[in-house]
């Protein structure tokens, strides 16, 4: 396990580079090219199977693991070529795309537990992974604790030696931006760790040198960033996804090629759209810091988040999302995000277009009034991705949306 750059801190500087490796906004340029032939942008392999020369090669690629030219629910160059991408920018050995986040997130729980094993999972988590964890796994006898992921200690207070096989963590997380402590959560002894970075992206941090073993990313969001693409994305060493690949085949739920292909082309801008995202979001978190209709602003970049610490240790970049607690509660919340001209009502994240969501009215309308207390939203609460428009132009659309 690598200890993050003390040199590096959130919003001021990206990550310094390993010495001689190039940094990670070259690799996004450059990677995932191994199967271009001489195309300078990757072949769109839109097929669903391959022609086998013979017998023997076929069964060999039936029965091995990765196989790129068998049938593509096992896998297809394009796909390749944006899972080598996302493993050389997480230094992972390999990845497995997915058809969705959810099917990445699927994939490692359902894949890596079986009946009597037991589960940590943090309760400050996307909606999609709670309602997985907590009404699908009990239904195949997994059993799962949450706890709060911000608590130092909280993860291995919750494990139960020869019981716990997975950690589940994500952070910054949903909706709040609450950070876990990669390091400590790297430092686990005993069941395997994954974290949902989807907020981060693999230029903000790489759980894995925390010593974390599985990286996840719904590539939907800032990956391949232009929301037109529905993508998941699992990296970590060649014998975790090997297992994963093999369940893999089985859930059926395989990334497009096509949308890994947008993928690759989101990539090559993520680091330019990330570092503008994050300049952004910084303007903004101070103009609505400062603003008496917003009671509270969660950003890590601002020095009001309670983790500012552990986020300028462990992200190189603030991120382009923040969210706020507006003054007035629910009607408040729904009046701003239907207000708002440049910003759209939209849920999702990490695109050019600046997003805004109403959690208690959205994505976690199916949590009961407790549940949603648990996770820290209030009927107030408002998350933005701020997207690739003008600042100013920002600032005036939400100074306006915020107008009694
Ligand atoms: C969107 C999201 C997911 C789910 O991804 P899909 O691609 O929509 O399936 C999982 N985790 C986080 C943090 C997300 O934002």
Known sequence: ????????????????????????DTVAIRAGRAD??????????????????????????????GATRFYTRY???TVRGFEDAIAELEGAETARAFASGM???????????????????????YAGTQLLLQSVCPRFGIDVTF?????????????????TVLVVAETPANPRLDLVDLAELGALAGPITVVDST??????QRPLDHGVDLVVHSATKAIAGHNDATLGVVAGSE???????????????????????????GLRTLPVRLERQSSTAQRLAEFLEAHPAVREVRFPGLASHPQRELARRQMALPGGLLTIEL???????????????????????????????????????????????????????VRISVGLEHVDDLVADLDGALAP
Not at 147 to 163: H, I, L, M, S, Y
């Open 75 to 77: 896998g297809n160059p």
């Open 36 to 65: 271009n032939d001489t195309a300078l942008a990757p072949i769109l392999w839109a097929t669903s199977t391959f022609i086998t020369p013979d017998v023997d090669q076929s069964r060999a690629m039936a029965t091995g693991v």
């Open 239 to 265: 014998e975790l996804i090997s297992w994963l690949w093999s369940f893999a085949v089985l859930q059926g739920a395989s990334a497009s090629p096509f949308d890994a292909w947008n993928g690759l082309r």
């Open 199 to 204: 907020f981060a992206t693999p230029l903000v």
């Open 1 to 24: 396990m690598s200890e993050p750059d003390p040199t590096s801190s959130c919003g001021d500087e990206v990550l310094a580079p390993v010495a001689g490796a190039p940094h990670p």
């Open 147 to 163: 706890v709060d992921g911000t608590e130092p200690g909280a993860f291995a207070a919750a494990v139960r030696p020869g019981k």
């Open 103 to 125: 099917g990445a997130l699927s994939a490692v729980i359902l894949g890596i537990c079986s009946r009597g094993d037991h589960i940590v999972a943090q309760r400050q988590i």
């Open 327 to 381: 003054a007035g509660g629910f009607d408040a919340g729904q009046r701003f995000v239907e207000s708002t001209r440049v910003a759209q009502l939209a849920s999702s994240l990490g695109g050019p277009e600046t997003l805004v969501t109403h959690p208690a009215s959205t994505t976690h309308v199916s949590l009961s009034p407790e549940e949603l207390e648990a996770s820290g939203i209030t009927r107030g609460t």
